[in-house]
């Protein structure tokens, strides 16, 4: 045995459909632990602000909430709260995301965000004074509208009716009623935990990008995206909506025409986050953005672990273009360089090359499909799967004689 055992942490994203991060964390310590008894070995549960997000922080030692809400589709669920002192984390995967579909049934042009909305009052009743939103993995593309019904808001059409869910029924908006929204929310902190930097409208906007994702056919986009751009247009015509600062009105976002929008909300980076919830709660919440996986690596306290560490595993269902976008690893692998640390990834598939991966600053990925390449056994069998990939780890990357 070596004078120092290494010190190694594992913080990895959950494998969608699989595993959740901890589950991964778990696994592939087992794996470390077989050759390396005397490693020492710790795991910290990360994510990115999508689903997971509330796992990792009750985690890392937050308190868990159960708060009854409705699913994207009217449905009642329980979803879960984490909260420390007088700061509640809200994950809108867990409370009307796509993984709570009935069924996995999506509904793109009534699915609705009002089960955030919910979560959020709930959180309000806790006592919050600061309220972390994670938008990712949303079900819906209303704008945020059911959100801000749940708040107190009513959208009502022509006859004074109030709309039903969904970003479809926008098209019919006549009026927006703000007067009974929830009074607290003045006194609150909001922060939106979104790595998504997609306007509200336009080809890389909120229904053009996200929509088809979430079952919408080519109509249904056309359909949903002129909803938005109605219910931009009375969102930012409403007395009550400020006009952005001098330096937000100066962004601009690719491949936004020019609108006759008099405060551009619709242009900022990051309103076309979870269907356009993103626009909502900058726009009347006013929330601060953040990224998603900045937030949740320091709630978890990723920083604390990393201290006297030799190496970081890090890791995701799919290592892809989105991961270089600014995923949970790329962040894990940020924070891991600035202490000096090695850096290797598992995945269920790697889809990035070496100089992808030295762009991550990841020196080697090990993919589960090396050892089964049947897509479905690999996911059935990830567990154990995931524990020899730190067998492998282990002997590649750990000192020898251990």
Same mark, same amino acid.
């Given at each position: ?167 479809? #029924? ?5 009026? @927006?009623? *703000?007067? +009974? =929204? /929830?009074?607290? $929310? &003045?006194?609150?902190? %909001? !922060? ?97 953005? #953040? ?5 949740? @690596?320091? *709630?978890? +306290? =990723? /920083?604390?672990? $990393? &201290?006297?560490?030799? %190496? !970081? ?90």
């Amino acid at each position: 045995r070596p004078a120092r055992a290494p010190r190694v942490v594992v913080a990895s994203d959950s494998f969608k459909g699989s595993l959740s991060s901890l589950e991964v964390g778990d696994a592939v310590r087992l794996g470390l632990l077989d050759v390396a008894p005397h490693a020492e070995v710790v795991v910290v549960p990360v994510a990115d602000g999508g689903e997971g997000t509330v796992a990792a922080a009750v985690a890392a030692g937050w308190r868990a909430v159960p708060v009854p809400v409705h699913g994207p589709t009217g449905e009642p669920v329980i979803a879960t709260l984490a909260v420390r002192g007088t700061t509640a984390l809200v994950e809108m995967a867990d409370a009307c995301g796509l993984g709570r579909l009935p069924n996995a049934v999506p509904a793109p042009l009534t699915a609705s965000s009002r089960g955030l909305g919910e979560a959020i009052r709930d959180a309000l009743d806790l006592g919050a004074a600061e309220i972390i939103v994670g938008v990712g993995g949303s079900a819906s593309t209303d704008g945020g509208a059911g959100m801000l019904c749940a708040l107190g808001a009513r959208l009502l059409d022509a006859d004074g009716v109030d709309l039903p869910d969904g970003g479809a #029924a926008l098209a019919r908006l006549a009026h @927006l009623d *703000l007067s +009974g =929204l /929830d009074p607290r $929310l &003045a006194s609150t902190r %909001l !922060v939106m935990a979104a790595d998504v930097d997609s306007p509200l409208l336009g080809p890389t906007g909120g229904a053009e990008v996200f929509a088809p994702q979430k079952g919408a056919t080519a109509s249904d986009v056309t359909l949903l995206e002129a909803a938005l751009a109605h219910w931009a247009d009375v969102v930012e015509s409403h007395p009550d909506v400020p006009t952005p600062t001098n330096r937000s009105l100066q962004v601009r976002a690719a491949g936004v025409p020019a609108v006759t929008y008099w405060s551009m909300w619709v242009r900022m980076p990051g309103a076309g986050a979870a269907g356009g919830v993103g626009f909502a709660l900058l726009a009347v919440l006013g929330a601060q953005r #953040a990224s998603g996986v900045e937030v949740v @690596l320091d *709630l978890v +306290g =990723l /920083d604390a672990a $990393l &201290a006297g560490a030799d %190496l !970081v595993v890090t890791g995701e269902g799919s290592l892809d273009a989105q991961t270089l976008a600014g995923k949970a690893v790329r962040g894990v692998a940020q924070r891991a360089a600035a202490h000096g640390i090695p850096v290797v990834a598992v995945c269920g598939r790697l889809a990035l090359d070496d100089a992808d991966l030295a762009a991550l600053g990841v020196r080697a990925a090990y993919p589960l499909s090396n050892l089964e390449p049947d897509p479905r056994r690999a996911i059935e069998d990830s567990a154990a799967l995931l524990r020899r990939t730190g067998c492998l780890i282990a002997e590649n990357r750990l000192p020898s004689g251990l």
